[in-house]
């Protein structure tokens, strides 16, 4: 069994928190940030779920195996 490692981003709209992996595009939300994080966690074992029976886990590994990720906040001004 291989260990997945992926990045959470986890921010507050109006009416929750929306939980985002970067790494697969997969989203969910929560009324906490913990909630929201766990619905995340369902989320991505789901997507996993279904890319290894579709036989397109090993495209997306890497990405979710690399130790080395860095994330970084940019603000634009329009």
Same mark, same amino acid.
């Given at each position: 069994?291989?260990?997945f ?5 986890v921010w ?6 929306v939980s985002?992996?970067?790494?697969l595009g997969?989203?969910?939300c929560?009324n906490s940030?913990?909630?929201? &994080?766990?619905? *995340?966690? /369902?989320a991505? %074992?789901l997507? !996993?779920?279904n890319a290894? &029976?579709?036989g *397109?886990? /090993?495209?997306i %590994?890497?990405? !979710?195996?690399?130790r080395e ?9 329009r």
């Amino acid at each position: 069994m291989k260990i997945f490692d992926y990045t959470v981003i986890v921010w507050k709209e109006k009416e929750g928190y929306v939980s985002k992996c970067p790494e697969l595009g997969v989203a969910s939300c929560g009324n906490s940030i913990s909630e929201a &994080t766990e619905n *995340l966690k /369902e989320a991505v %074992e789901l997507y !996993l779920e279904n890319a290894e &029976t579709l036989g *397109l886990l /090993e495209d997306i %590994e890497e990405s !979710l195996t690399t130790r080395e990720k860095f994330t970084s906040h940019v603000e634009v001004m329009r």
